[in-house]
């Protein structure tokens, strides 16, 4: 059975950091795609970084410079660290997978390609 289940979610005030982890299972995910997306109250899930199998790293506008995303291939992980975070960050964070065939260089930017998802972990940031 394939699962995806992030944790290291919080509370923090702006400017404090926090990082995530997204356990995998059942999923040889060392050849997909991996990705993390938030969803803020009242608003459409969003992407905001992705890692290929070949470590090739993207990232929303957004959080650039602030989020790093990574992979621990021994451990089956993918972490997304997250610095000086505001209170615009807030939401429920989500750890996905394109299980599809993967076409170098990049990951999809169809959210409809997603199609493994965890259940989420909630970032709160107060002012």
């Known amino acids: 059975q394939v699962e995806l289940v992030e944790s290291g979610g919080g509370s923090v005030q702006t400017g404090g950091s926090l990082r995530l982890s997204c356990a995998t299972y059942?999923?040889?995910?060392?050849?997909?795609?991996m990705a993390w997306f938030r969803q803020a109250p009242g608003k459409q899930r969003e992407w905001l970084s992705s890692?290929?199998?070949?470590?090739?790293?993207a990232y929303t506008g957004s959080v650039k410079g602030r989020f790093t995303i990574s992979k621990d291939n021994s451990e089956n992980t993918v972490s997304l660290e997250m610095n000086n975070l505001n209170p615009e960050d807030t939401g429920m964070y989500y750890c996905?997978?394109?299980?599809?065939?993967?076409?170098?260089?990049?990951?999809?930017?169809?959210?409809?390609?997603?199609?493994?998802w965890g259940q989420g972990t909630q970032v709160t940031v107060s002012s």
């Open positions: 890692i290929t199998p070949d470590a090739i790293t």
């Open positions: 996905a997978a394109d299980t599809h065939l993967w076409t170098p260089p990049s990951c999809s930017t169809d959210f409809d390609a997603w199609n493994v």
């Open positions: 059942g999923l040889r995910y060392r050849y997909y795609c």
